[in-house]
C-alpha cells in the first residue's frame, strides 16, 4: 500500500503567498504578525516570505505596519462580498425576513450592498399599499453610489481605499447630492452619516432613509433602505419608521450570526 504523497503546487510561490494568507487571517484579532515569526511558522527564509509579502501589500491582501502585518483591505472587502452572496443564496430566507419588516412600515423595502466597489441591490420587497414608491426605480444599480441613500451609508461606513474607488468610478457627487463639489466635503457629510448611523433624504416628492448592517466586528455590509412619498410623512411617523428601520437592520444582523 502506498502512502499518498503531498500534492505538488503548480505554482509554488503562489502557494506560499496563500500560506500567509492563512496566517494572517487566523489573526483574528489583527495584532499583527512580525516577519520573524511568519517565516519560522513557514519553515521559509527571510527574504523569500519578505518579498512575498511586498507582493501581498502592494495587491491589497496585507498591510504592513512597521513590519508587523496584518490582513488587507480586499481581504475584509472578500468578506463583506461573501455575506452578501450568502443572501442572494439564501434570497427566501433574507426576503421573509424583510417582508416581516416592510409589513410593519408599510412600504417597500431595499437592501444593498458595495460589490467590487460598486453599490448593488441584492434583495428588496414592495410593500402592500395603494400609493407607493417603486423601489426599483428609486434603487436601480445602474445609478452613481450617491444617488441613493442605501449608497451613501455604504460609502460611509467603506474602508478607505473602498472610498478611493467609489470616487474613481463615481467621481465628485454635485448635483447627484446636495451640491457636494469636492472630494473633502463629501467625505465630511459621510463623517456625518456614521456618527448618526442613518442616511435621511427629504428633498423632492420622496422620503427615503437608510441604516447600516453591521457584523459582530463591526464592519458593515450592508444598507438597508425604505421609501415612500413624501406626503405620508409626518414627524411622528418618521420618527416611527426610522426606529423600525433600526431594529430591522439588527434582526438582520443577528440572520448572519445565526447562519
Same mark, same amino acid.
Given at each position: 500500500m502506498t502512502q499518498n504523497k503531498k500534492t505538488k503546487a503548480p505554482v509554488e510561490a503562489l502557494r506560499k503567498g496563500l500560506q500567509i494568507l492563512e496566517l494572517l487571517n487566523a489573526d483574528w484579532r489583527r495584532e499583527g504578525i512580525p516577519?520573524?515569526?511568519i517565516a519560522q511558522q513557514m519553515g521559509q527564509n527571510k527574504t523569500t516570505v519578505h518579498n512575498l509579502l511586498k507582493t501581498l501589500v502592494i495587491c491589497g491582501f496585507a498591510e504592513n505596519n512597521d513590519g508587523v502585518y496584518t490582513t488587507g483591505w480586499k481581504v475584509r472587502r472578500l468578506a463583506k462580498e461573501q455575506l452578501a452572496g450568502d443572501i442572494v443564496s439564501q434570497n427566501q430566507k433574507w426576503i421573509g425576513a424583510l417582508a416581516v419588516l416592510s409589513d410593519k412600515i408599510e412600504e417597500p423595502l431595499v437592501l444593498a450592498s458595495l460589490i467590487q466597489g460598486r453599490r448593488q441591490v441584492i434583495a428588496r420587497v414592495e410593500? @402592500?399599499?395603494?400609493?407607493?414608491?417603486? %423601489?426599483?426605480?428609486c434603487e436601480q444599480n445602474d445609478v452613481t453610489t450617491w444617488e441613493t441613500v442605501t449608497g451613501r451609508v455604504l460609502a460611509a461606513y467603506a474602508l478607505d481605499q473602498e472610498k478611493l474607488?467609489?470616487?474613481? @468610478?463615481?467621481?465628485?457627487?454635485?448635483? %447627484?447630492?446636495?451640491?457636494?463639489?469636492?472630494?473633502?466635503?463629501?467625505?465630511?457629510?459621510?463623517?456625518?452619516?456614521?456618527?448618526?448611523?442613518?442616511?435621511i433624504d427629504a428633498e423632492g416628492e420622496v422620503f427615503s432613509a437608510a441604516v447600516p448592517i453591521m457584523t459582530s466586528d463591526g464592519s458593515v455590509f450592508a444598507a438597508l433602505g425604505v421609501y415612500l412619498p413624501m406626503f405620508r410623512i409626518s414627524p411622528y411617523r418618521q420618527s416611527s419608521i426610522l426606529k423600525l428601520l433600526k431594529e430591522g437592520a439588527q434582526t438582520l444582523a443577528s440572520l448572519i450570526r445565526n447562519n
Amino acid at each position: 500500500m502506498t502512502q499518498n504523497k503531498k500534492t505538488k503546487a503548480p505554482v509554488e510561490a503562489l502557494r506560499k503567498g496563500l500560506q500567509i494568507l492563512e496566517l494572517l487571517n487566523a489573526d483574528w484579532r489583527r495584532e499583527g504578525i512580525p516577519l520573524a515569526q511568519i517565516a519560522q511558522q513557514m519553515g521559509q527564509n527571510k527574504t523569500t516570505v519578505h518579498n512575498l509579502l511586498k507582493t501581498l501589500v502592494i495587491c491589497g491582501f496585507a498591510e504592513n505596519n512597521d513590519g508587523v502585518y496584518t490582513t488587507g483591505w480586499k481581504v475584509r472587502r472578500l468578506a463583506k462580498e461573501q455575506l452578501a452572496g450568502d443572501i442572494v443564496s439564501q434570497n427566501q430566507k433574507w426576503i421573509g425576513a424583510l417582508a416581516v419588516l416592510s409589513d410593519k412600515i408599510e412600504e417597500p423595502l431595499v437592501l444593498a450592498s458595495l460589490i467590487q466597489g460598486r453599490r448593488q441591490v441584492i434583495a428588496r420587497v414592495e410593500s @402592500t399599499q395603494s400609493v407607493q414608491v417603486n %423601489s426599483k426605480f428609486c434603487e436601480q444599480n445602474d445609478v452613481t453610489t450617491w444617488e441613493t441613500v442605501t449608497g451613501r451609508v455604504l460609502a460611509a461606513y467603506a474602508l478607505d481605499q473602498e472610498k478611493l474607488q467609489l470616487f474613481e @468610478t463615481d467621481g465628485i457627487p454635485g448635483r %447627484s447630492w446636495n451640491g457636494l463639489s469636492t472630494i473633502e466635503e463629501t467625505l465630511a457629510e459621510l463623517d456625518r452619516i456614521k456618527a448618526n448611523g442613518i442616511a435621511i433624504d427629504a428633498e423632492g416628492e420622496v422620503f427615503s432613509a437608510a441604516v447600516p448592517i453591521m457584523t459582530s466586528d463591526g464592519s458593515v455590509f450592508a444598507a438597508l433602505g425604505v421609501y415612500l412619498p413624501m406626503f405620508r410623512i409626518s414627524p411622528y411617523r418618521q420618527s416611527s419608521i426610522l426606529k423600525l428601520l433600526k431594529e430591522g437592520a439588527q434582526t438582520l444582523a443577528s440572520l448572519i450570526r445565526n447562519n
